[in-house]
Every structure is written in structure tokens, then in C-alpha cells.
């Protein structure tokens, strides 16, 4: 019961979108095209606007101007049940009751195909199941959240997400706290998610060298809007790197995967040069 995307339409659109908070604009009169079927990354400095953007193309924060379009249709317009069965989203750092155990809060992934009329399913078991086992969860299905580890809690949201069956997935910062191996682990995962049920994925991270070996599309934000946006083979420069996050680097050739390796040059490696 996985979902394909076959469409080769934008998956996301903004027009002319500015979001803001408090009347403080963090993004301005942005146009931008999310591919469907694609991994995309959004890269930048801590305050540029990479989880703004993403809330707004969640819709959980209104635009000033301008609007979200999913499939064609104001996302504005939709019902919250119609958003939620296309788009799922994990927000950074999620927070759940005490003593809420995995199985109860992937379930919860299922309440946007239910009503008064259909309440919980054999369908919703699969895909609950289909949750579980993807992201290798069964075994702590029954496992209060707050006894597991980072890894194993960031999985346990990932299923939740997998479980609303959503052909477009939304994660801020889903490997921040973790260590490296949970990373890979988890972006590993996404990797699989997309090459094998073609989920759109959009993920901000703040891990170039991670981004540009997952992602399809690669998009800098600087200064609340789209500094450049492409392949990674064609965006990831040390002009760029310069220019939106403000340090020198090297961009080299990753051995392994053959996508560009940023390696920054701190006061310690400049010094070094000189002697």
C-alpha cells in the first residue's frame, strides 16, 4: 500500500510568498518550485529563513502576501484533512506526552483518514505496521518514547510521518543531536523512501557535504529568499559557500559518492598555509 509518484509537476509552488513574524518579514516575494519525486535540501545560516519556509509550506504559518500551491491548488484553500493526507511534516525538536508509547504516536499519523463515520481501520493497521517495519521499529512498537534513545526516538517520528502516507514529506533538521551513525541511518532511510516509493522529500540541513550526497535539489537561502538553487554538482562552489554562510573553503570530489565535498578553511588552516 506505498505510494508512487509518476507526475513530473512541481510538487510545491510558492508565489510571491512572504511570511513573516510579529510583522518582521523572514522571507520576501518568493518564487520557488519543489520538484516531485525528488530529495531537495534547503542549505543556509543559522536565522537565513530555512525553517520558516518550511512551516509555510506546511501551512502553519500564514503568509503576509502571496500563497503555497500544492498540486496546482492554493494550499490556503484546502481543508486541513485534504493538506495532511498529501504532505506530512516533522518539525525540529517534536515533543510528546510522557509516557506516550511508539505504537500510540505513530497511530496518530492515521487520525487524517478517519472520521465519525470511519474510525480506526484494517487500512490503518497496515499502514501503521508498514510504518513500524520500514523505519525498524517493531520491536519498540510498545515502548514509552521517552525511554529511547535520540536515534531511535527520530525514527519513531519518521514512522509516524510514514504512516499518514503522504506523498510529500516535510523534516526540519531531522538528524540535529544526533550522532553520525543515526544520521546516516536516517538519511539512509529517506534515501530509500524516495528511490523506492518516489516520496518527495524537502529537508533542511545544516550538513553540506550530507546534503549535497542525498539531495536531488540543492537550494541556498540567504537573507530570506533563494540565493541559488540546482544539482548540487552546479551550485555547491566556494563562491557560494563564501557568499551565503561567510567562510573560505575548498570544494573537492567525494571519493565515495562523487558529489562535491565542502571543506571550510578556519583561522587554524590558514595560519598553517603561511608557515
Not at 513573516?20 to 543559522?46: F, H, S, W
Not at 523506492?196 to 542525498?214: F, P, S, W
Request: aromatic share 4%; net charge negative.
Amino acid at each position: 500500500m506505498s505510494v508512487t509518484i509518476s507526475s513530473t509537476e512541481p510538487a510545491l509552488t510558492t508565489r510571491q510568498l512572504t511570511l513573516a513574524y510579529d510583522r518582521a518579514i523572514v522571507i520576501r516575494d518568493l518564487d520557488l518550485v519543489i520538484p516531485a519525486g525528488q530529495i531537495t535540501a534547503l542549505v543556509g545560516p543559522n536565522g537565513c529563513g530555512k525553517s520558516t519556509l518550511l512551516r509555510g509550506l506546511a501551512r502553519l504559518l500564514k503568509p503576509l502576501k502571496g500563497t503555497v500551491y500544492l498540486d496546482s491548488a492554493s494550499i490556503f484553500r484546502l481543508s486541513t484533512k485534504e493538506v495532511a493526507k498529501q504532505l506530512g511534516i516533522l518539525p525540529q525538536s517534536p515533543t510528546a506526552p510522557e509516557g506516550l508509547t511508539v505504537r500510540e504516536l505513530v497511530a496518530q499519523g492515521r487520525y487524517p483518514h478517519q472520521s465519525w463515520l470511519q474510525q480506526w481501520s484494517a487500512e490503518d493497521d497496515r499502514f501503521l505496521e508498514q510504518a513500524l517495519a520500514i523505519t525498524g521499529m517493531v520491536e519498540l512498537a510498545n515502548r514509552p518514547l521517552d525511554t529511547l534513545s535520540g536515534g531511535q526516538r527520530q525514527r519513531a517520528w519518521i514512522a509516524m510521518t510514514l504512516a499518514q502516507n503522504t506523498p510529500i514529506l516535510l523534516l526540519d533538521e531531522p538528524t540535529t543531536f544526533l550522532d553520525l551513525a543515526h544520521q546516516i541511518e536516517i538519511l539512509d532511510l529517506l534515501y530509500e523512501l524516495n528511490q523506492t516509493e518516489g516520496r518527495t522529500i524537502v529537508m533542511v540541513l545544516h550538513d553540506l557535504n550530507q546534503a549535497c550526497r542525498y539531495a536531488d535539489h540543492l537550494i541556498a537561502v540567504r537573507n530570506g529568499g533563494v540565493y541559488v538553487q540546482g544539482i548540487p554538482s552546479n551550485i555547491m562552489t566556494e563562491t557560494m559557500v563564501q557568499e551565503v554562510f561567510g567562510i573560505e573553503s575548498r570544494i573537492v570530489h567525494d571519493p565515495v559518492t562523487h558529489t562535491p565535498m565542502c571543506i571550510p578553511i578556519s583561522r587554524k588552516a590558514r595560519l598553517a598555509e603561511l608557515r
